[in-house]
């Protein structure tokens, strides 16, 4: 694989073994769902910054937070930009892109302690959903962070890929798999 693997690829090649942990010495390699369920330790983003991020893109996509996506962003924070597979590689945000998570992560939170005196994790779901709602078409004002376009944007395509972006994904949405290229085994 050459090193602009492709995103498809790349979950080809794994089975859709994202989430790497090192027990006693050997590889296991978990999906993003089963790494947030063994709440393995993170690798860059804190704990703070997970669940905001999970917050949101639970808000774009419900189920994505359960699905792990969280975890997913931080595992690929964790790799060379070559070998990332979050779509801000894909939407040319400058990387390394660990500043622009962890920058959205921490501009959700502001902007909701400026409107509402809370954090995005503490807001009730109908807030969360009125902020996010208000970062496209256009920025709000009181954002401080990276643009909310791209954030929106990325955030939304990461749950998706998390979500849906496997066999049992396309499974679970009724629509047939039909990829030019089967994967070598279920991922």
Known sequence: MSNRSSRRQFLKDSGWGIAVASILGPEIFLSPAEAREKKLPLKVLSERELQTLEAAADILLPGAAAAGVGYFIDEQLSRSPNDNLLIARYLQVPPPYTGFYKGAAQAFDGFTQARH?????????????QLVASLFPQQPEGWRGPPSQPVYLCLRSDAVDVVYGTMEGFSNLDIPYLAHIEPGEKW
């Open 117 to 129: 005196g809370k954090t995005f994790t503490q807001a009730d779901t109908e807030t969360r959903q």
